[in-house]
């Protein structure tokens, strides 16, 4: 008897100990699917964070000793600051987050501009599996996007990860997977100009240089037999090969190429050209397969549509050297994933099903190895939905001065603050003050036509249309 009650005894036991771990399991699901939602998908919490996250960003540059360049700007974040608390307290989250938001890049913007801040760059961009380790320390680290880059500092991609990295000048560098380069310099030259030097260890790095870098200014890529001088505005691919030889892609400009004791100028030309160097070897310049240019849509296009989930996108393009085009489509700018498989397309055109509204990036080539045929620039478009009734109603502002200038016209204007803003459907920046400015150069002689739109999120706009004579041609 004394056996039979322990064994139900001891049943009942276990029962109540499954009972007990069911419950505790299911009340740490339901904790933590409140805790995501309280600190991710709460738009209230994510409101308060991108405020604090801006208020730190005040604080960091906030001082009696604070640079006069910085200062105004330092101003006007703060009174951006005071209205994105406004609309926190009106419940207009939203609003909040993308007021916040500005507030981070005018100080960004603010801290790039200053002398002092010219030893830094971003990492503006990471896919996949990108690292960083700093100087001075011993380990690498998960890299974070809009992260600052110093002197001595190391990124490290994997077999998946891309990274791009902007610099002070707006030279741009993109990292490509398993690489490994590292930033030797950031700073003044004797010149009075600027130097960035990079060190490529192992992988392919494409450098972008900007039109206003000047005679004075330096950029520098540096691999264990190769030094390379990309001139303003070019565009030059550089892989480090695990033969050790050093293939440099010049495909936009021209770039000065030193190794096995000789220094060449070596330009893109029509087709762009390749050279293989070594601590022996400098090969004649070898021309490259050109990719077609974008037709539609163009760089920074915007693409106003009622139902963009049934509306096809329209691709075309023009040029090129061969009868197929490969063409790549991603909803990242880095092209890390596709949104479609990669295409071979006989003729000048493709059409995708719709797409939901959103920002989107595609890409081309012509058909070739991937030694010879490289891809166009990145084009950036973007696809808005177009609501029959605002979501919220508000009377947006926009003011615009045109100056004419005989081939083209001079627009300067200003907006509401968080407000886009595009000329002929193509979007340019705004500045946080919600100014803009822009040069619109005509193709064609006689009457040409301009059109300025302010629109936001919730499907206001305003226009500013105006007709002018292009007398230039």
Partial sequence: MAK???????IKYKDIFFIVLGVAAIALVLGGAFAYWRYQGNPQVRAERAIAKAQ????????????????????????????????????????????????????????????????????????????????????????????????GDIVKTGQNGHASIKYHNNQVDIISPDSLMVIQALTGNPNGGSRIEVALKQGRVETRTPETMTAKDESIILTETTKIRPAPASRVGVAQEASGQVITSVLAGTSEVEAAGRTQSVGAGATGVSIITSASQFSAPEPLIVPPAADYPKDLQIIRVDDPARHPVAFAWKGGATKTTVFEISAKPLFSSLLTPEREVSGSSLTVDGLPAGTYYWRIRSSGTDEKAYWSPIYRFRILQVY??????????????????????????????????????????????????????????????????????????????????????
Avoid: C
């Fill in 4 to 10: 039979r009650e322990l064994d139900w005894f001891t």
């Fill in 56 to 151: 730190r960003a005040v604080e960091m540059l906030e001082g009696p000793d604070v640079a006069a360049e910085i200062r105004s700007s330092l101003d006007q974040a703060k009174t951006m600051l005071g209205t994105a608390r406004a609309e926190l307290a009106q419940q207009h989250y939203t609003k909040a987050i993308a007021l916040a938001g500005d507030v981070v890049e005018t100080l960004k913007n603010a801290r790039n501009a200053s002398p002092e801040s010219q030893k830094f760059a971003v990492l503006v961009s990471s896919e996949g599996s990108v690292e960083v380790k700093r100087i001075g320390e011993h380990l690498f680290s998960t890299a974070k996007e809009n992260m600052i880059l110093e002197d």
């Fill in 388 to 473: 029959q009734r605002p979501k919220i109603t508000r009377d947006l502002k926009l003011t615009v001065d045109a100056t004419p200038i005989g081939d083209g016209v001079i627009i300067q204007g200003s907006t509401d603050p968080g407000v886009s803003v595009s000329v002929n459907d193509l979007e340019i920046p705004v500045n946080a003050d919600g100014s803009f400015s822009k040069i619109v150069l005509f193709s064609d002689v006689g009457t040409q036509s301009v059109q300025v739109r302010a629109f936001d999120d919730e499907g206001n706009e305003k226009i500013w249309r105006k007709a002018f004579q292009s007398v230039a041609y």
